[in-house]
């Protein structure tokens, strides 16, 4: 036959949920804390990294500005020294 529990087992049953409750409530707590301050990483992660990429935009635009203008040096100089080189050709 099977016992029916007395009120001083029932107790403790209920002591040990109510203590169960509390660790969990805390362990709850830490999670949740974990949580927010996870939620904070990502979100200045985030910004970060759209600042990066823009920084990258601009750097890449400087970028291509001084090689345009280092296209147009280079042609510059090429061509004044092929008037140079045919100035000294005609002195001889």
Do not use: F
């Amino acid at each position: 036959m099977l016992k029916e529990p007395t009120l001083d087992t029932r107790s403790e049953e209920v002591q040990k949920l109510k203590e169960e409750i509390e660790q969990l409530k805390r362990k709850n707590d830490v999670l949740n804390n974990d949580m927010q301050s996870l939620q904070h990483e990502y979100l200045n992660v985030k910004v970060d990294n759209e600042r990066l990429i823009k920084k990258q935009k601009v750097d890449k635009e400087c970028i291509m500005g001084i090689t345009q203008e280092l296209t147009a040096t280079k042609a510059e100089l090429t061509r004044r020294a092929r008037e140079w080189e045919a100035t000294m050709h005609a002195e001889r």
